[in-house]
């Protein structure tokens, strides 16, 4: 994995909000090394820009992330580039691959083993979007990084 920082200093031009990105290889240490990215953006987004980030949009980002690049290392063929960055309240996460096919969530099955990641990514996020680029596609996902209601369980009101 390598990690491409928005600008020189590793923030957007909007504003000089956080954003980083970084091209997997194949290998399947990606995945790991994609969550690990993604807590410490939202780590850095905490502590390097007092923004209110809550340990549950931490979990809940590296599941997304984590069902995310997974997909698009068992279904694209080629690199894939995950993208990170604060967008208003959210922190969006953007996957991009080299297949122009586009995944659809199948119905809830609670006897059907496996292929629930977007319906999870779907049912966790803010804002979900699947969108063909000139070439591949790109999946993106956007979570609310700070809690909802004091009360809410570690995954906010959903759980």
Do not use: C
Request: charged share 25%; no cysteine.
């Amino acid at each position: 994995m390598e990690a491409v920082p928005g600008d020189e200093d590793g923030t957007a031009s909007d504003g000089g909000l956080p954003r980083t990105s970084a091209a997997l290889d194949g290998d399947s240490a990606s995945i790991a090394d994609a969550r690990r990215l993604a807590v410490d953006f939202l780590t850095s987004a905490r502590t390097e820009y007092a923004l209110p980030v809550a340990e549950r949009a931490l979990e809940i980002t590296q599941l997304v992330v984590s069902e995310l690049v997974t997909n698009a290392r068992k279904y694209a063929p080629g690199p894939v580039l995950l993208s990170l960055r604060i967008v208003g309240d959210t922190v969006e996460v953007a996957v991009w691959d080299s297949d122009p096919l586009l995944p659809t969530a199948r119905t809830a099955d609670p006897g059907r083993v496996g292929q629930h990641g977007l319906e999870i990514v779907s049912a966790l996020a803010q804002d979900f979007q699947i969108r063909r680029e000139a070439v591949g596609k790109r999946v993106t996902a956007r979570i609310a990084y700070a809690d909802e209601s004091p009360g809410a369980g570690p995954y906010g009101a959903f759980w």
